[in-house]
Structures are given as C-alpha cells and as structure tokens.
C-alpha cells in the first residue's frame, strides 16, 4: 500500500504520537490493535481472527514498505491471502481421514519437512532481497518473512507447531523493528513473544491425536 494508495486515507500517515524520538502513525496504532485481536482469537481458536489478520496485514503492508522492509511488506500481501485460506479451513476443513479439523501435533516427518522448508526458504528470500531490493537488512528480514510462511500454513491447519514458528519470528522481528524505529510494533512483537507461550499452552490442553 504506497503512499499514493493511502491519499484517500492520508490521516493514517499522520503521527498519532511521539514514542522514544519516532514518530507513530495512526497507521501502526491500528494496525497493532487488529493485530493483539487476532492473536487472541487464534489462542482461544475462533475463526474472526482471519478476517482481522487480512485487515492488519494490508496495514503493515504500508507500514513496511514506507521503512523499507520488502521481504515482511510482501509476507502481508501473502497473509491477506492465505488468511481466506485460514478462514475457510477453521470453518470447514477436515483432516486427512475426514474428521472435524482440530489442534494437532506434526508428525516427526512433518516436523522434519517444515525444519527443511525454513532452511531452504530464508536465504532464497534473503537472497533475493539482496539481489532486487534496496533493503539494508536482507537477511534479517528475510528470517521472518521465511519462518512465517511456514507458521500460517501450520497455522492454517491447526498444528500447535505454529506457535513455535511465532515465537522464533517474533523474537526476530523485536530486534529488526527495533532497529527501524517502529517501537510500537516493536512492543508488540515484544507481547507477540508471550502470547507464543501462551498459545502453546492453550492448544496444547486441546491437542488431538497425532497427525499420521
């Protein structure tokens, strides 16, 4: 979402307030209160999170892209996405032998697979930032942005993994926004950290059986 995207919306660029020297738009302020919600809607396992992940991941698309962050401007475009993907799995998806879609455990096979696709997709993406893209901070951005796309198809699919993707991005991206300047998306990835512990907690008092 540039900035000639927002003109309508030009009130979202305007400075809410001043946090540690940098200024927070609007834009953030927002984007962060969708995006505590939707986290708490993915603990408690409620479909509405997905429609607040489309809206706050459109958001941080602007937001990112004007701090140059490519690499996580890009994963909002893919979350706004998947998120239909999400909502209609948690509303009618089943697993594979045809029960009601329900919190699960990878099997280790799984567990290998998505430790191979997180090898695999962070330096192709940083790599390609590096290559194509003006960012300061390839490979660190590149991390989360790899890491999540993993974490919301387990996310998607109702493996409590998922909550381990998040905390391996979230403790990333607090040392990446913090570097940038966004403080309070900084905060919130700084909470993102513990509701990761709290998730796991949640869905692990839900777990079904292992996925075969």
């Not at 997709?121 to 940083?126: Q, R, Y």
């Not at 991390?143 to 109702?158: C, D, E, I, M, N």
């Not at 979230?170 to 300047?181: D, E, I, M, R």
Request: aromatic share 18%.
């Amino acid at each position: 979402m540039p900035d000639a995207l927002l003109a309508p919306w030009h009130w979202l660029l305007s400075p809410a307030f001043t946090l540690w020297g940098a200024d927070t738009s609007w834009l953030e302020l927002v984007a962060v209160v969708l995006a505590l919600a939707m986290v708490g809607f993915n603990i408690r396992e409620r479909h509405w999170g997905w429609p607040l992940a489309i809206v706050s991941s459109l958001l941080y698309f602007g937001l990112f892209s004007r701090s140059r962050l490519y690499g996580d401007a890009a994963l909002q475009i893919f979350f706004a996405l998947v998120a239909f993907w999400g909502w209609v799995k948690w509303l009618r998806g089943r697993r594979p032998d045809g029960t009601v879609l329900r919190v699960t455990r990878l099997s280790a096979r799984g567990a290998w697979a998505v430790v191979a696709a997180c090898a695999v997709l962070w330096p192709a993406v940083a790599l390609f930032l590096q290559r194509f893209t003006d960012t300061d901070v390839p490979w660190w951005d590149a991390f989360p942005t790899a890491v999540s796309l993993v974490g919301q198809y387990l996310l998607g699919r109702k493996y409590i993994e998922n909550w381990l993707a998040w905390l391996a991005v979230n403790t990333v991206s607090v040392g990446l926004f913090a570097y940038k300047g966004l403080w309070l998306t900084t905060g919130l990835y700084a909470l993102f950290i513990v509701l990761s512990f709290v998730g796991w907690q949640a869905w692990k008092r839900r777990l079904a059986p292992a996925a075969p």
